[in-house]
């Protein structure tokens, strides 16, 4: 299996910061990377796939990067919404595999 | 657009089976593959595994001895059925659509069910 891990697990910021969560995989896994939003009790929402393609309809404000190992998702400027926890997801080889988690909280 | 919503029993006692469906609608089932993810209490999230539209699955090898997924195209639904569960297997359990990227690997889990919560417990 293909190990997923993100970090930090949690993040204190403001309103107006910018923000950048890793995800480091155990291998290779060339594009195939995908970062989701979660808010208590919701299921989790696709933010961006491929590395770096914008779901439709999410601000242009969240943006990623990355290949090979290491990717990154950027916030350029929280806003109140965006507090939620955020997971990154392999899709390159079953089982497909989620980071543990990063909580963003409000500082 | 599409939709999906997860149904079934809320409690299951251990040792037997846990039966989900899920109802897709404002699409059809025969294109892109169907996935099933759990979200134990306070945990991350684990990939159960898929059904394509051909009717191929694919499933996590921890649970693998464990689980089936189906589909019936008549009533655009796909199925989950994990047997012998344990207070383990106590999660919220989502549905979701899978599409395929241009590289021809699974792309992001771009359509989810609101998730139904299954207890295991006697």
């Known amino acids: 299996d293909i190990q997923m891990t993100q970090s930090p697990s949690s993040l204190s910021a403001s309103v107006g910061d910018r923000v950048t969560i890793t995800c480091r995989a155990s291998?290779?896994?060339?594009?195939?990377l995908n970062w989701y939003q979660q808010k208590p009790g919701k299921a989790p929402k696709l933010l961006i796939h491929?590395?770096?393609s914008l779901q439709s309809g999410v601000p242009s404000r969240f943006s990623g990067s990355g290949s090979g190992t290491d990717f990154t998702l950027t916030i350029s400027s929280l806003q109140p919404e965006d507090f939620a926890a955020y997971y990154c997801?392999?899709?390159?080889?079953?089982?497909?595999?989620f980071g543990g988690g990063t909580k963003l909280e409000i500082k | 657009q599409v939709q999906l919503r997860e149904s079934g029993p809320g409690l299951v006692k251990p040792s037997e089976t846990l039966s989900l469906t899920c109802t897709v609608s404002?699409?059809?089932?025969?294109?892109?593959?169907w996935t099933w993810i759990r979200q134990p209490p306070e945990k991350g999230l684990e990939w159960i595994g898929y059904?394509?539209?051909?009717?191929?699955?694919n499933y996590n090898p921890s649970l693998k001895s464990r689980v089936t997924i189906s589909t019936d195209t008549s009533k655009n639904q796909f199925s989950l059925r994990l047997s012998s569960v344990t207070a383990a297997d106590t999660a919220v359990y989502y549905c979701?659509?899978?599409?395929?990227?241009?590289?021809?690997?699974?792309?992001?889990?771009?359509?989810w069910g609101q998730g139904t919560t299954v207890t295991v417990s006697s």
């Open positions: 059904i394509s539209y051909s009717g191929s699955t």
């Open positions: 491929a590395v770096l």
């Open positions: 997801q392999q899709s390159y080889s079953t089982p497909l595999t």
């Open positions: 979701a659509r899978d599409p395929i990227a241009a590289s021809g690997h699974l792309d992001g889990l771009d359509v």
């Open positions: 291998q290779s896994i060339s594009g195939s």
């Open positions: 404002g699409g059809s089932i025969n294109s892109y593959f």
